[in-house]
C-alpha cells in the first residue's frame, strides 16, 4: 500500500480566480480556455448539483443551506483538481473547507471597486445584491480573505488582461514558494511584480533577450552572477554620487561597447541610486529598451523600483534629469534584505514607515508597531507598500494629482540631503527629519511626536548636525523640482491615511519648522 502511495502521481496546481461579484471572473475564465487550459466555474457546477439556480437557491433553502452545498462542491473540486483554471463564485472564500485546498493551488484575486461591482451586475439576479449600500458592506466582509488567500492581485479582468498576464502567472508557479505578484498598470503600460524570497536563484525569466547588468559594485559582488547568463555587465560606484549625466554616459557607452541591441534589456540590480541610474539609461539607449528592475535594498523594495521615474542629479539638484520609463517587470527578492547592514535597514525603514503615513489603516499600524527591523521582520510589509505605490500610480503616473503625495517628507528631506552634500545623511535619515518637518507644517504635533517616539526607537536621527546650515537648506528646499511659478507646494498629513498636496506655507513657518530640527 505504501508503494502505491510513494508512485502516485502529484496532483498540478490549478490557477485559481477569486473576487468579488462583477470583478470579471466569468471572463478570466473564457480567457483561459482561449490558451488552452482546462476550465470550470464552480458556481455553473453548484446549479448542476443543486438542479436550479443559485437565486432560486437561496430563496427556496435560504443562504446557510446553499453555503454547505457550495463547500461541498468547490472544496471536493478543488481538493480533486489537476491543473487547469478554476472561477470560484464570490463567497466561497467563506467555507474554511475551500480556504484550506486553495493552499496548494495558485490563488488568483481580481480586484473591484464597491461601485464597479454595483455597476456591473445591477439588475442581476444576484440575491446578495439589493444596492450599493449591500455591495460595499458585503466587499468589506470578505476583503480580509481574498487579500489572504491571494498568490496574485490582478485588476477587474478582462480577456485581453488576463491573456495578458497568464504568462506571469505560470512563471508565478515556478517561483520559490513565498512568491507575491501584483499586475502593476498605468497610463502608459502595465508589468508584473514578484516579489518574495529567494527570486535571484530561480531560473525562470520574465523576459526574453539578453540581459545586461547595471549594478553597483558592492551589490553586483554579491549578486549579480545570480542573474546568470549576462550579455553583459556594467558596474558603479556605490553612493548617490553615481547619479549623474556623466555616469550615464559613462554606462550608455558601456552598453553599446557590449552590443547591446533594442532586442536586449537592462537589467537594473541594487538600490535606488541603481535603479534610477540604470533605468534612465535604459530610457535613452537607442531611444529605449525594457528594463526590468531588481532591487535589493529596503527603500527600493517598498518604494523606488515601482512607477517607472528614472533620473540622475544635476548640482542644482536632485533628480532634476530624467524620464517616466516603466519597468517590464520588478522582481524583489527579499532575502537580498539580510545582507543590509541595521543602518541601512533602519534608512529604508523610514520609506515604509512613511507608506504606512499615507495609507492608515492596518499599514500605519504594523509600520509604527515594529519592534525590530530584522529583515524578517520588515520583508512580510513589502509587498504592501509596493502594492500602495503601485495603486497610487496606476491612479496618476505623470506626478499630475495623488502622485504628489509620496513626497510626503521628501520636500524638506531633499534640501537637507543637498545642504549636508549628499555625504552626511543616509536618504532614508534625512527623509525621516524632513517628516518630522512636515508634521509640523501640518499643525499635526501628537502624531510628530509619535512618529519621532517610532524614529528614535530605531536609531535614527531627530536633529540636524550642527554643522548644516539652515538658510543652505532653505534655498535648497526653494530648487526643488516641483516648485510651481506659486511656490513650492508641500505633502501635508494631519492624519494617517489623509494626506494633502499642494499645500503652499508661510516661508516664516517653513524656517521655523527646519530650524526645530537643530538641536
Known sequence: MDGESSTRPVKRAAIVFIGFMGAGKSTAIEAAGGLGLEVAETDRLIEQ?????????????????????????????LEQADGGAIALGGGSVLSGRVREALGRHLVVWLQVEAAEAWARIAGTDRPLATDTEAVSQLLEQRLPYYEELADAILPAADPELVSRAMPSLLALADFPAGTRMLWATSASGEYPVFIGPGLLGTTTWPLPGRRFCVTDKTVGRLYAERLAPLAGRVEVEPGESAKTMAEAERVLRELARAGMTREDHVVALGGGVVGDLAGFCAHLYQRGVPVIQVPTSLVAQVD?????????DLPEGKNYAGAYHLP????????????????????GF????????????????RARGLESLSPEALAPLVFSCARYKCGVVAADERDAEIRAVLNLGHTVGHAIEAASGYGRYRHGEAIGLGLLAALRLSDAPVLRDE????????????????????????????????????????VLLSEPGCPRTGELVDPAKVRSAVEELIP
Open 49 to 77: 448539483a443543486l438542479g436550479k439556480s443559485i437565486a432560486a437557491a437561496f430563496e427556496e433553502d435560504g443562504e446557510e443551506a446553499f453555503r454547505a452545498r457550495e463547500a461541498e462542491v468547490v472544496g471536493s473540486l
Open 350 to 365: 523610514v520609506e515604509l514607515l512613511k507608506t504606512g503615513l499615507l495609507a492608515g489603516g492596518e499599514l500605519w499600524e
Open 304 to 312: 523606488s523600483a515601482y512607477g517607472g521615474k528614472t533620473g540622475v
Open 451 to 490: 512618529v519621532g517616539s517610532v524614529l528614535r526607537r530605531h536609531g535614527l536621527p531627530l536633529t540636524l548636525d550642527p554643522g548644516i546650515d539652515v538658510d543652505e537648506t532653505l534655498a535648497a528646499l526653494q530648487r526643488d523640482k516641483k516648485r510651481t511659478a506659486d511656490g513650492v507646494g508641500f
Open 328 to 347: 517590464a517587470a520588478v522582481l524583489a527578492d527579499t532575502s537580498t534584505l539580510a545582507s543590509l547592514s541595521a543602518e541601512e535597514l533602519a534608512a
